[in-house]
């Protein structure tokens, strides 16, 4: 049975070439362009990993959606891989090791996303069933 990614982003044409990547690798993809929208698909639907922009909406949209994942028992252990422009444009580059308690997430990727960086980020982060 494949898995099912979860990609929230507002950037449409990121999405799409994320899809095409992911479903030709043999994921299943679903897909908001917002937070609250997505958070309304992950409670419906519990996917097996999340892909998670940081800027849409506000500027943290995608941190905040993180914090109510990680402080929810239902989502707390869903991983999420966080893909952002933001170390491009500050010069700040995430670091989960560092960083989780700050950034509860599994995984930065920078934008533009690399396909296969984003294929092995997805593998290293899918839970082992």
Request: charged share 25%.
């Given at each position: 049975?494949?898995?099912?990614?979860?990609?929230?982003?507002?950037?449409?044409?990121?999405?799409?070439?994320?899809?095409?990547?992911?479903?030709?690798t043999g994921?299943?993809?679903?897909?908001?362009?917002?937070?609250?929208?997505?958070?309304?698909?992950?409670?419906?639907?519990?996917?097996?990993?999340?892909?998670?922009?940081?800027?849409?909406?506000?500027?943290?949209?995608?941190?905040?959606?993180?914090?109510?994942?990680?402080?929810?028992?239902?989502t707390?252990?869903?991983?999420?891989?966080?893909?952002t422009?933001?170390?491009?444009?500050?010069?700040?580059?995430?670091?989960p090791?560092?960083?989780e308690?700050?950034?509860?997430?599994?995984?930065?990727?920078?934008?533009?996303?690399?396909?296969?960086k984003?294929?092995?980020?997805?593998?290293?982060?899918?839970?082992?069933?």
């Amino acid at each position: 049975m494949s898995k099912t990614i979860m990609i929230i982003d507002d950037d449409i044409d990121l999405v799409e070439a994320m899809r095409i990547t992911l479903e030709s690798t043999g994921f299943d993809v679903i897909d908001a362009q917002e937070g609250i929208k997505g958070l309304e698909i992950i409670r419906e639907k519990y996917p097996d990993l999340l892909i998670l922009d940081v800027m849409m909406g506000t500027q943290d949209e995608g941190f905040q959606l993180a914090y109510t994942l990680r402080s929810n028992p239902d989502t707390k252990d869903l991983p999420i891989i966080m893909v952002t422009a933001v170390g491009t444009q500050t010069g700040y580059h995430f670091d989960p090791s560092k960083d989780e308690n700050f950034l509860p997430v599994d995984e930065f990727i920078e934008k533009p996303v690399n396909p296969q960086k984003l294929v092995d980020a997805i593998n290293r982060n899918l839970p082992v069933v």
